[in-house]
């Protein structure tokens, strides 16, 4: 089914479980605003449906589901198949992290007594699309003492937002003479967050007032921002979009779009030939380095624990479970968007309602930095996408010299392993408010588990 529209192939039966499957996805994105939240939701998941913690296993045997945490950023469920690890996993890997705005470590401040949180933007943001819209805040403080608060602001419909402030038209003239890069700057993306003085207190009175907010709801001082990881991101709820609720708007679709269809694809799927695994990493969207990047070993020592715990371990076993392992790498494309069409080359672009998009490479300017998949491993992918019905495409990041981007497909592809880029088309990308289309979302879900099945 390449390059076809798959609302054409839906009988009502099939739009029933679209839309049981995309509004299920739509809850949890309102949910999982940060890598955090989505791996707590994606814990509970695994639980409901019978996969248990690694760390308790003493062995497994074929059939058993279990999964890994990483630092509550980072979780790997895997369901051992019929084979020996040795032979390779078949692996789903998503990242959880989206572009926002994270609290500075020292971030709160006092300017003609408006109360302000300053910030470090994360990812790659258009940055004029982050005023002027309700923001919330989300993350986790953690004392002195190594206790943690969690913090939640924005959300419920009784709370209050933040946001920050732009210029009015009447007096932006200068302004819109700028180029768009600067129209706001870096250090312009401050939260505002309160207004009113506190009574009897001279210096920052409105500062203080917030401080002493927070202390009564969180027991938190101001030092404490400093082991905080606070993110501001688009406040409120994944929506229907279009008239024809035919697509959904929502903040975080990159990469969680793929991290849901990926995570539910392995607990839906069962017991299949190899072990099958969904990944979920963090930091993607900064270069995929850190301790819960894709780029750490924690992975592969996960991994190393699942054959430790199936066979005699040896480390040559490790070696050969990752070089015969494939993957997807569960990532979003561009699609076009018919405004910004002259971006794109068309006969190698991704289409909205086509289904997942494969990308053979990313990369920019002379594909620099790409992982480019053998083309037995995409004859594979062909075949079993025809065979299960699965609507699918293939793309470029945009044309030639346009620009680019990577995902985290070359670093799995370090070990030797077959790697390619497979998700869901995204209009607006990196924007406060992103847009897919439901065909696609359920289309690589079923992509997903037909990869499972037959790889
Ligand atoms: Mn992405
Ligand atoms: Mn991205």
């Known amino acids: 089914m390449y390059q076809e529209y798959a609302w054409k192939k839906y009988d009502k039966k099939d739009l029933e479980k679209l839309d049981q499957f995309t509004t299920n996805y739509k809850n949890f994105l309102s949910e999982c605003k940060t890598e955090r939240l989505c791996v707590s939701k994606s814990v509970a998941l695994c639980e409901t449906a019978g996969f248990k913690n690694l760390e308790g296993c003493t062995s497994l045997k ?12 980072n979780i790997a469920a895997f369901v051992i198949g019929k084979e020996s690890l040795t032979q390779g996993l078949a692996i789903l890997g998503a990242h959880i992290d989206s572009p926002r705005l994270d609290l500075k470590q020292n971030p709160v401040y006092e300017s003609d007594t408006f109360a302000y949180l300053d910030t470090h933007y994360y990812g790659g943001i258009i940055k004029y699309q982050w005023v002027t819209i309700p923001l919330a805040l989300h993350g986790v403080v953690v004392k002195k003492d190594g206790s943690s608060v969690s913090i939640e602001i924005g959300e419920n419909e009784n709370d209050p937002v933040v946001g920050i402030t732009d210029l009015l038209p009447h007096l932006a003239a200068e302004k819109m003479q700028k180029a768009a ?17 506190l009574e009897d207190e001279e210096k920052d009175p409105t500062k203080q007032a917030v401080l002493k907010l927070l202390k009564e709801k969180y027991d938190i001082e101001e030092e404490d921002f400093v082991s905080a990881e606070i993110e501001v991101v688009p406040a409120g709820k994944a ?3 279009g008239l024809d609720r035919s697509m959904i708007a929502g903040y975080g679709h990159d990469d969680r779009v793929c991290a849901y269809t990926s995570l539910m694809a392995v ?11 969904a990944v979920l990493v963090d930091k993607e969207e900064v270069g995929s380095i850190g301790a819960t990047g894709a ?17 005699d371990y040896t480390d040559l076993k490790l070696r050969k479970a990752l070089t015969n392992s494939v993957m997807l790498s569960s990532d979003v494309s561009a699609g076009l968007d018919p405004l910004y069409s002259s971006v794109m080359e068309r006969k190698n672009s991704a289409f909205m309602g086509k289904g997942i998009c494969f990308n053979k490479y990313t990369g920019s300017r002379g594909k620099s930095g790409c992982n480019d998949a053998q083309p037995e491993f995409i004859a594979k992918l062909r075949k079993m996408m025809d065979e299960n019905h699965v ?7 945009g044309r030639v010299d346009q620009g680019g981007g990577g995902t ?9 392993m077959n790697v390619i880029d497979a998700g869901v088309p995204v209009l607006s990308m990196h924007a406060p408010m992103e847009i897919v289309s439901k065909a696609d979302v359920y289309e690589a879900y079923l992509a997903y588990k037909t990869f499972l099945k037959n790889a």
Do not use: H
Request: charged share 20%; net charge negative; hydrophobic share 35%.
């Open 62 to 73: 074929p059939g058993d589901k279990v999964y890994a945490v990483n630092k509550n950023k």
């Open 181 to 197: 890069a600067k129209v706001i700057e870096g250090e312009g993306l401050d939260i505002l967050i309160g207004s009113k003085p």
């Open 239 to 241: 929506r229907d979009f």
């Open 267 to 277: 607990l839906d799927s069962g017991q299949c030939q190899r072990t099958t695994c």
């Open 295 to 311: 780029s750490s070993v924690w992975f592969e020592n996960t991994i190393a624990e699942v054959i430790a715990l199936t066979e």
């Open 391 to 397: 609507n699918y495409q293939t793309s470029e990041l």
């Open 408 to 416: 985290i497909a070359y670093i799995l592809a370090n070990y030797n």
